[in-house]
Antibody, heavy 118, light 110 residues
Framework: QVQLVQSGAEVKKPGASVKVSCKASGYTFISYGISWVRQAPGQGLEWMGWISAYLGNTNYAQKFQGRVTMTTDSSTSTAYMELRSLRYDDTAVYYC???????????WGQGTLVTVSS | QSVLTQPPSASGTPRQRVTISCSGSSSNIGRNYVYWYQQLPGTAPKLLIYGNSQRPSGVPDRFSGSKSDTSASLAISGLRSEDEADYYCAAWDESLSVHVFGTGTKVTVL
């Protein structure tokens, strides 16, 4: 069965960076892309961007351009999302999700809570 | 920021039918497929509907989706206690080049 397992919770200070991992199993990793979606406490869902696990090309939401980097490692079927220059309002649960080009994100990871606090 | 508008809440008694609306624009719902997610408390979203009205394998046929122009709706028939969750609509937005999500609707089973 398709599974996406994310790294554990993180606490970071403002201005720092965080890197979240997402290990995929149960399907051919390079046949799909990975999207990242975040959810602030008590708030809705916000799509951050997508990366092709085959070609490595990315599509970042303009809001995160310059602050986010998404990468993949096909040898370990793992995707990564790094967010830099963290602010208090970056506090959220970050989800990875499998996404085929032109299709909605279907299978989701369990989420990683990133807390930005001084 | 949520680009698609949903009612904040909806409720019904067991076995009733509940409908959730989702309003967008010509750059998202008006041009692309709509999908719906169910988010149970403390868990990740689960894809409920794709392609406006298609259900992934394993999703009960009590859940149905439809779309008209720049709006969409999700219907839950035969409401059950385990349907208590937040529901989000979503679509690709051509102008923003992002997936946009709805504001979310909390469904309560009375």
């Amino acid at each position: 069965q398709v599974q996406l397992v994310q790294s554990g919770a993180e606490v970071k200070k403002p201005g720092a960076s965080v890197k979240v991992s997402c290990k995929a199993s149960g399907y051919t990793f390079i046949s799909y892309g990975i999207s990242w979606v975040r959810q602030a406490p008590g708030q809705g869902l916000e799509w951050m961007g997508w990366i092709s696990a085959y070609l490595g090309n990315t599509n970042y939401a303009q809001k995160f351009q310059g602050r986010v980097t998404m990468t993949t490692d096909s040898s370990t079927s793992t995707a990564y999302m790094e967010l830099r220059s963290l602010r208090y309002d970056d506090t959220a649960v970050y989800y990875c999700a499998r996404e085929d080009f032109g299709e909605p994100p279907d299978y989701w990871g369990q989420g990683t809570l990133v807390t930005v606090s001084s | 920021q949520s680009v698609l508008t949903q009612p904040p809440s909806a409720s019904g008694t067991p076995r009733q039918r509940v409908t959730i609306s989702c309003s967008g624009s010509s750059s998202n719902i008006g041009r692309n497929y709509v999908y719906w997610y169910q988010q149970l408390p403390g868990t990740a979203p689960k894809l409920l509907i794709y392609g406006n009205s298609q259900r992934p394998s394993g999703v009960p046929d009590r859940f149905s989706g439809s779309k008209s122009d720049t709006s969409a709706s999700l219907a839950i028939s035969g409401l059950r206690s385990e349907d208590e969750a937040d529901y989000y609509c979503a679509a690709w937005d051509e102008s923003l080049s992002v997936h946009v999500f709805g504001t979310g609707t909390k469904v309560t089973v009375l």
